[in-house]
C-alpha cells in the first residue's frame, strides 16, 4: 500500500493536469490490487479443488479396494465354510 501511494504521488509530482493525475492514481492501483486479489483467490480456490479432488479419488479409491477385498475375503470364507459343512454332512450320511 506504502508502494502504491508513494507511486501516485510521483505521478502526480510528474504529470501537471489534473485530469491525467486522477486517471493514473485511481485505475492503475485499484486493477493492480484487483487483479492480484482475484488471482490469488482464483488459484486458492483452483488448488482447493485439485487437492479435494485428488484427495477424494485416492480415498474412494483406497476405500473401493478394501471393501472389495473384504466382501472377496467374506464371501471365500462363507463358500467354503459351507462346501465343507455339505461335505462333512454328505461323508456321514
Given amino acids: 500500500m506504502r508502494t502504491m501511494r508513494t507511486l501516485s504521488t510521483m505521478t ?32 486458492t480456490i483452483r488448488t482447493m479443488r485439485t487437492l479435494g479432488t485428488m484427495t477424494k479419488t485416492r480415498t474412494m479409491r483406497r476405500l473401493s479396494a478394501m471393501t472389495t477385498t473384504r466382501i472377496v475375503r467374506t464371501m471365500n470364507t462363507m463358500t467354503t465354510t459351507r462346501t465343507m459343512r455339505t461335505v462333512s454332512s454328505l461323508t456321514r450320511m
Fill in 12 to 43: 502526480t509530482m510528474r504529470t501537471s493536469t489534473p485530469t491525467t493525475i486522477r486517471t493514473l492514481r485511481t485505475p492503475r492501483a485499484m486493477t493492480t490490487m484487483g487483479s492480484v486479489i482475484t488471482l490469488s483467490i482464483m488459484t
